[in-house]
């Protein structure tokens, strides 16, 4: 579905993404995670264009990512960020639907299309109403996934889309979520610096370090056969982070 051939980025002396090459398989859930400033969150965008590589190319469903298709691309990905980034002045009604509007839907289809994603996300109805001020920081993210489903875009990206949220809240989403992937069955690109986050949702895991892909798979083949010490050394410093054996 999406793949990065050769992609670099670097801000003046800052290498912020080594040349990189990936695959990502589609209708998977891929989950980048490593260390702060490792680059994953800069892969995220460069898929969908907000980052323009250095060198390289990204390719989506055989499309190459660049000024001519950016613009369609992204009506066909999904994007979700820690904060929500929903506008403070619009309802979360008008925040899902501000795409579709733009695109010229009719109010029926908008309002079909809000009620089908409330039920799916698990939004009580009456909330979409409300300002993003008057909503808890769950009830947030359940907007901001809806805007990002609001166009079924053939591709989802997150990045650290939980991260912001108290563990309580985090867990319940955290089981929507994986339920909806389940349910839609779209690409899924998801950016977390949580390895049992990465596990719970995860097909495959890509482990960032230094801007670059250190190993790759399931979590399980990360813990059985390393590629070096730092991937070792990163399992076991999460591992302690949730108070387990070192």
Request: charged share 25%; glycine share 10%; proline share 5%.
């Amino acid at each position: 579905m999406i793949e990065l051939r050769g992609v670099a980025r670097r801000y003046g002396e800052e290498v912020a993404l080594e040349p990189t090459d990936l695959a990502i398989a589609r209708g998977q859930t891929t989950v980048l995670i490593g260390p702060s400033g490792c680059g994953k969150s800069t892969l995220l965008r460069t898929i969908i264009g907000l980052v323009a590589p250095d060198t390289g190319e990204v390719i989506f469903d055989g499309v190459r990512v660049d000024a001519a298709s950016v613009r369609a691309v992204r009506r066909r990905t999904g994007y979700v960020i820690q904060d929500g980034g929903l506008f403070p002045h619009l309802s979360a009604a008008d925040n899902v639907a501000l795409m579709a509007r733009h695109l010229g839907w009719d109010a029926p289809r908008r309002q079909a299309r809000l009620d089908e994603l409330a039920a799916l996300v698990r939004l009580p109805r009456e909330l979409l109403g409300r300002p993003p001020g008057a909503l808890s920081g769950g009830q947030r993210q359940r907007v901001s996934l809806m805007r990002a489903l609001m166009l079924d875009p053939e591709a989802l990206l997150l990045d650290e889309p939980l991260g912001a949220l108290d563990p309580m809240v985090r867990i319940e989403l955290q089981d929507d979520l994986r339920a909806i992937f389940a349910t839609l069955g779209k690409t899924v690109v998801m950016v977390t610096h949580d390895l049992a986050e990465a596990a719970f949702f995860a097909d495959r895991v890509v482990l960032m370090r230094a801007g670059a892909i250190v190993q790759a798979g399931a979590v399980a083949d990360l813990e059985r056969a390393p590629a070096d010490e730092f991937v070792t050394r990163f399992l076991r410093a999460q591992r302690r982070g949730f108070g387990g054996a070192a």
